[in-house]
């Protein structure tokens, strides 16, 4: 698949999309060993509209942003032209096996690294053809656009920041994002970005029914307080209030165990430009016991559909 450049270099929309590999299971798709009767089908539906979506603004790329590939020293960025093998879940090995195949965008991938370097950032292309993809970006990959067909970028969560300091942790994000933008301006691209991110993250020590992980009679949320948390900050994002999300993001990290504590939200939104504009929310559910949203910021200049022209964004 030969990546492109079909204009002017912009973000076209950006997905918070969720990565449990129990979403994959429960697909069934052909890549994936282990089969399942289905299962949180809102979080799956949710999906189903993110992809209707993709399909209309044809972009050139997806960018995905991932706490589950970790670098300590570094962004690291996918650099090889194709990226195929077989990634096992190392939490959840009985419900992913999964055979992946990407074509990877390497001119955007090492703009973005010049762009970092340019901003003071440590980045490395990742030009290893036989690196294991991780299960996040996968996961997220497939439930956005399960026919493979556009050309990815992967980007690491460098987690060492914040082993020391939060709010140095998420600059560095915001400077990952900034530095994506201008890349994908430079290059021309037109471009979706996912967060790949889970919100609360307090999960169930163990499978509720071992026997059937899909029983959908044990799925529910983890504790009250940390309900109350995701429909607070996802009631935020509707409402574009961009600001006051910052404000309480590191107490949602702390009190929640937010995965958006490895930076993918923060990494879209700046790339983004901090949209004050509200997100759709395309559906809220829980996996074994974490906090799950679907969510799509559809920038101004993106063609909208008719639904949306009518004032469906929120
Ligand atoms: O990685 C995950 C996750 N973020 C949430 C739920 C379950 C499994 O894996
Ligand atoms: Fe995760």
């Not at 050139?60 to 300590?72: A, E, M």
């Not at 026919?147 to 060492?160: E, L, M, Q, R």
């Not at 900034?178 to 290059?187: G, L, P, R, V």
């Amino acid at each position: 698949m030969k990546t492109t450049r079909s204009g002017n270099g912009e973000i076209v929309a950006g997905f918070l999309a969720p990565h449990p590999p129990h979403l994959v299971y429960a697909e069934n798709p052909t890549q994936n060993e282990p089969k399942s009767r289905g299962g949180w089908e809102p979080l799956r539906w949710a999906y189903e509209n993110c992809r209707q979506r993709i399909k209309e603004l044809k972009p050139d790329v997806i960018l995905v942003h991932s706490p589950h590939w970790q670098t300590v020293v570094g962004h690291h960025v996918t650099a090889t032209p194709r990226l195929e093998g077989r990634s096992v879940d190392p939490i959840f090995p009985h419900l992913f096996r999964f055979d992946y195949g990407m074509d990877v965008d390497v001119e955007l991938a090492e703009a973005i690294v010049d762009e970092c370097k340019g901003a003071g950032l440590e980045a490395k292309p990742m030009q290893n053809p036989k690196f294991r993809v991780d299960y996040g970006t996968i996961v997220s990959l497939h439930m956005l656009n399960p026919d493979w067909d556009i050309p990815v970028v992967g980007i690491s969560a460098n987690n060492s920041p914040y082993f020391y300091d939060d709010k140095i942790g998420q600059e560095e994000m915001s400077q990952l994002g900034h530095a994506t933008a201008k890349a994908i301006a430079k290059t021309g691209r037109r471009a979706v970005l996912a967060a790949s991110n889970t919100l609360s993250h307090l999960h169930f020590p163990q499978e509720p029914n071992p026997g059937l992980p899909e029983d959908m009679s044990c799925e529910h949320i983890q504790s009250q307080a940390q309900y109350e948390w995701d429909v607070k900050i996802i009631n935020l994002l509707r409402a574009g209030k961009i600001d006051e999300f910052f404000e309480v993001m590191p107490q949602f990290c702390r009190e929640a165990f937010a995965e958006i504590k490895a930076g993918g939200l923060t990494w879209m939104l700046e790339a983004m430009g901090r949209p004050r504009y509200g997100a759709k929310l395309h559906g809220y559910g829980t996996v074994i016991g974490t906090g799950n949203a679907v969510m799509e910021w559809l920038p101004d200049n993106s063609p909208k559909s008719d639904s949306q022209a009518s004032g469906g964004q929120k």
